[in-house]
């Protein structure tokens, strides 16, 4: 299952900064989509926590965002009987941006924009253990770990 989330609307940034991220509920990973403003790796992972759900680099176990009061595990599959069902659109609370290991939080919004409940196979896999079929086997794209497109 693969979450879509927006984050934007942090105050002292540029108006138009925002992130798009896809949160694979399933890996614990997440990987940036779209952003503008905000200084992100391409991939990370996810982290739940009391107050919502951390969004952390890959190698780096201190957050980049506290999604306040987002709860990875709500986001159950249809027929699930462990977690209530959530819609996008109706999942939304503050956002909690550390840039560059800030201590300081600049705050923002995160909201749902879209859940897809079947298993995805993404065309190129950022954290994927397999390489890339289009990779000329030269390149660690693909690879665990590697920052990939």
Known sequence: MRITVKLDGFGPLASAAYA?????????????EGHDALALPEWGTLQSSPIGTLICGAHDMGPIF????LRIDAFAPRNSETAPEISSGSAQGVAEYYASGSKAAQKGHWHVQCIERETIQAEHEVFSD????????????????????
Do not use: F, H, K, M
């Open 20 to 32: 798009i991220l896809w949160l694979d509920r399933e890996t614990l990973r997440w990987s940036r």
């Open 66 to 69: 506290v999604l306040n009061l």
């Open 130 to 149: 397999e390489q890339d079929p289009e990779s000329d086997g030269g390149s660690d794209v693909g690879a665990r770990g590697a920052y990939g497109t």
